[in-house]
């Protein structure tokens, strides 16, 4: 097995083996940059490393010795020669660029006799000294495991002593002192002197460059990032070229084009006189990259034409690491440069009008899930604030106004116009009124998925959640946070990326969706097979929807028009009913406003389809708390209140006693309700088809299809079909207006899946709720699941994702291609989607088009991350 290639024997696609770095390098070497030479160490090497019980492998030492020999030859130096040494960088370097999370070493191969060797070869004292106390230094905090600040405590010391700001005023004599003072603090904390063989510091650098990869840096980097554990690190060993030999030296780092804006300028900083990492280490103040242009022209000109030839070569913004040799320019990295969802869509979008990539390279230069950066108000990032406390970054987007702890007072607030963030210790179905008119939430309680943090991103609200460090007094109408106390009506800001709380008002600004993100989104309507819905049950929803590019709605949800305060006590009247005749009393006041609500969605999607679901959550959602209403009942006893109410909320709370369930969510809900209450299903498919006949004589396409939810049988969905078609007809006759009367079902309990072929034959569509999928699958509930033990599950990496967030590929993802397939073998003519939360998230898009789905539904704000993700999943 060959473990170490020298730059010359490497290419660009080599990076498994070779490392980002590595592989880099050798395609820069190959294309004649000028590049110091040098050689890499497999990961393979690292990974056997490991696997050996942190032993080298057999043969690598020698095959390491042999190639260096290469390299004395090429650098026509010889490593630890007494006179004209060869000094190397020992760099780290894993397949995916992991900025400064593992070590380099630079200047190794310097002991006191090299050292002497090449004093007299440059003639430049100082210079030699410096290189020797910085490799003391890495090598020691490196491979030693000495910390870095007690070189720092000695460097400071001595800087103080001279009276100077900068190590560059330190002088050789300086320099010589604190080279001597390191090796003491070597001897002392370690028991053992610095080592002098080069052959020993090699060794000793490689493998700590090897233990680096499981650095905890590394470990928490990868794990944010989704990098795999099991790659590990090349190292890279480089001929040394110097940028500190004085004033015609330099080392920067420049992008090819502009990481936050992606403007097409070349972006960098640089430092005269100094090495390596100087630059990002922030001990001066680097230049800007357009002062070299007046400081060294030539150099500046050359490095130019680099950059532009290396982002012609790889076709991607490239973040280049340079160094300036006695005026002689070296490149020592290229990659391909992080960059902001802003700056991602402007490069990508310009290089395709470049004519440097084509349209599908475009799309899938865009993480699908940076964009939601851009789709949300947020704070003016140049504007100064004061923190006040961090919660879990729930919902994107800034929120600022007057605190409220209510949410029939945020109702109340929010429709004058008022600007409030709701601030509860969590949040309930009952709070949602609040929530459309608040700007923002903000809860102490809770996790990423709890409801308010569902309901917020439905929304596009900004969320914060599981804030503990404010403790809420409801009674007193205020919460305090370290100290601050913040009263009802006093003004916060919350940011729902960041998770911050902060107080007063903070500047914010519109998102952007700037010429070249539409462009770039419709560049990914022309590639995309499958079509993109929206989850909407407001007008404004729907509206925003379509601005944002949603062909239709593929969930309407009903229950929230039941919600809202001025419906609410007829809803009660309509599940107090004793009889048939007082229910259907109650129904027809529902009747006339269900169809205004239907009328306006319709009209607002008009054109597209619009899936309305019926009657979904257990009916005790819309009646008042048990608790809090059997202590009103107490209380009003007590103060010897009116007999009458009296007596109206004892029979309330009966009703609610009765209507109680152990488990709700598994309870009398969804078409349960339909089967027990036929009448319920009968107003709301009436209101749907009699507003249908109303947007019809007036022109307008209404095309809504009527979505039965939580079927779990054949029979289920035969039953309440037969009476929403018979329904429909009615209308038509009573209207004499002809609509497409379409019918069908959510996929979203285990056996309707398992069933679905038998399903499907009274279906002319399937959305798989994947919400209540995952919840009934699992067998998890997810207001209880993340807040106990779902953590634990990640932490132990049972799961690697959380099932509510990311789809369940392997267990509730098999039930939908066995849905889907079986569906479509009974029914070819079936339309299968998703409407669960997993409809925004885009490695949960690529899988629904992978079973072959036709559409796939989302919260409006996430359409465009749907329609950009659906469109890589088809390139
Ligand atoms: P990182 O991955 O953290 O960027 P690098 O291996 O790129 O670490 O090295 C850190 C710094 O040292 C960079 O600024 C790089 O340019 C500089 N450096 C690395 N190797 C050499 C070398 N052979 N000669 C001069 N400078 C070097
Ligand atoms: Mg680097
Ligand atoms: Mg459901």
Redesign the pocket.
């Known amino acids: 097995k060959k473990y170490v290639y020298l730059f010359k024997e490497g290419k660009a696609d080599m990076r498994d083996l070779l490392g980002g770095k590595g592989a880099n390098l050798a395609e820069m070497t190959n294309i004649g940059l000028p590049v110091p030479p040098g050689l890499t160490i497999t990961t393979e090497a690292c990974n056997e490393y490991y696997a050996q019980g942190k032993k080298w492998p057999e043969g690598l030492e020698e095959e390491l010795k042999e190639k260096l020999a290469s390299l004395e030859e090429m650098a026509g130096k010889k490593f630890g020669d007494a006179k004209n040494p060869l000094l190397v960088s020992v760099r780290s370097g894993a397949k995916f660029s992991m900025p400064g999370m593992m070590d380099t070493i630079l200047n190794l191969g310097l002991n006191e006799q090299t050292c002497q060797g090449m004093i007299e070869a440059t003639q430049n004292e100082r210079f030699v000294l410096d290189c020797y106390r910085r490799f003391i230094q890495m090598y020691s905090n490196v491979v030693l495991g000495v910390d870095h600040y007690k070189f720092e405590n000695v460097l400071e010391a001595q800087k103080e002593k001279k009276g100077v700001q900068y190590d560059t005023e330190l002088d050789a004599e300086d320099l010589r002192a604190i080279v001597a003072e390191y090796k003491n603090v070597v001897l002392r904390e370690t028991g053992k002197p610095f080592p002098e063989d080069p052959m020993e510091q090699l060794f000793g650098a490689v493998t700590a460059v090897f233990g680096s990869w499981n650095n905890q840096r590394a470990i928490v980097y990868r794990k944010l990032n989704g990098i795999p554990d099991d790659l590990g690190t090349a190292v890279n060993v480089q001929l040394m070229v110097f940028g500190n030999m004085g004033n015609d030296c330099g080392t920067g780092v420049a992008f090819t084009r502009n990481p936050s804006t992606g403007e097409k300028k070349l972006y960098g900083e640089y430092l005269i006189n100094a090495q390596g990492e100087d630059v990002v280490a922030g001990i001066r103040t680097p230049q800007p990259i357009s002062k070299l242009e007046e400081e060294m022209p030539e150099i500046y000109q050359q490095f130019l034409d680099i950059c532009k030839l290396l982002e012609n070569h790889y076709k991607n913004m490239q973040d280049i690491e340079f160094t300036i040799e006695r005026g002689k320019l070296y490149i020592l990295q290229t990659r391909h440069g992080k960059r902001t969802a802003p700056a991602a869509i402007k490069i990508a979008v310009d290089m395709v009008e470049e004519g440097l990539i084509d349209k599908k390279e475009a799309i899938l230069r865009v993480e699908p899930g940076q964009l939601d950066q851009l789709l949300h108000r947020r704070i003016d990032p140049n504007a100064k604030f004061e923190v006040i406390a961090k919660g879990l970054p729930a919902s994107p987007g800034a929120a600022c106004g007057q605190v409220v702890f209510d949410a029939d007072e945020a109702e109340k607030l929010g429709q004058q116009g008022v600007k409030v963030v709701l601030v509860r210790t969590e949040t309930t179905p009952d709070d949602i009124h609040g929530i459309v008119e608040a700007q923002g939430v903000l809860t102490s309680r809770g996790g990423m998925t709890s409801h308010a943090a569902v309901v917020a991103r439905g929304m596009g609200k900004p969320c914060v959640c599981g804030c503990e460090a404010i403790k809420i007094n409801y009674e007193g109408k205020y919460f305090t946070v370290d100290g601050v106390t913040v009263k009802e009506g006093d003004v916060i800001s919350i940011d729902g990326a960041t998770g911050q709380v902060i107080l007063g008002e903070v500047p914010m600004i519109d998102p952007e969706i700037s010429g070249e993100f539409q462009k770039l989104l419709s560049w990914a309507d022309e590639l995309r097979t499958m079509s993109v819905r929206a989850n909407a049950d407001t007008p404004e929803d729907a509206a925003r929807a379509r601005e944002f590019g949603a062909e239709g709605i593929g969930l309407c949800r009903t229950e929230h028009m039941f919600m809202a305060q001025d419906r609410l006590p007829v809803v009660q009247q309509m599940i107090l009913a004793e009889t048939l005749e007082e229910r259907n009393a109650a129904l027809e006041k529902l009747l006339p406003m269900q169809q205004g609500d239907f009328y306006g969605i319709l009209k607002a999607m008009a054109g597209f389809p619009v899936y309305i679901r019926l009657l979904?959550p257990p009916l005790h959602e819309f009646l008042p708390n048990q608790e809090e209403l059997a202590v009103e009942i107490a209380e009003l006893k007590c103060t010897n209140g009116d007999p009458k109410v009296i007596a109206e909320k004892e029979e309330l709370l009966k009703k609610v006693r009765q209507l109680h369930e152990f488990n709700p969510m598994l309870g009398h809900r969804g078409c349960r309700l339909g089967v027990t209450f036929p009448e319920i299903y009968a107003m709301q498919v009436r209101a749907i088809y009699q507003a249908t006949a109303q947007l019809v004589k007036e022109g307008v396409d209404a095309k809504p299809e009527v979505m039965i939810?939580?079927v779990i049988h054949a029979n289920e969905l035969r039953m309440l079909r037969e009476q929403a078609v018979e329904i429909a007809k009615q209308v038509q006759e009573e209207t004499g207006v002809t609509f497409d009367i379409h019918v069908g079902t959510?996929i979203?309990m285990p056996r309707a899946a398992v069933t679905a072929d038998e399903i499907a034959e009274f279906a002319d569509f399937f959305s798989f709720?994947t919400?209540?999928l995952t919840q009934t699958t699992l067998g998890f509930s997810r207001d209880d699941a993340e807040g106990k033990f779902l953590q634990d599950y990640l932490a132990k990496k049972i799961l690697t994702d959380n099932p509510f967030i990311v789809l369940d590929q392997g267990g509730v993802g098999k039930l939908v291609k066995m849905g889907t397939e079986l569906g479509r073998q009974a029914n070819p003519k079936l339309k299968v989607g998703i409407c669960g939360e997993h409809g925004g998230e885009p490695s949960s898009i690529a899988f629904c088009h992978r079973v072959g789905m036709d559409y796939v539904s989302c919260s409006p704000f996430r359409v465009p991350i749907a329609r950009l993700a659906a469109a890589q999943a088809a390139v």
């Open positions: 979904d939810p939580l959510m979203e709720g919400n209540d």
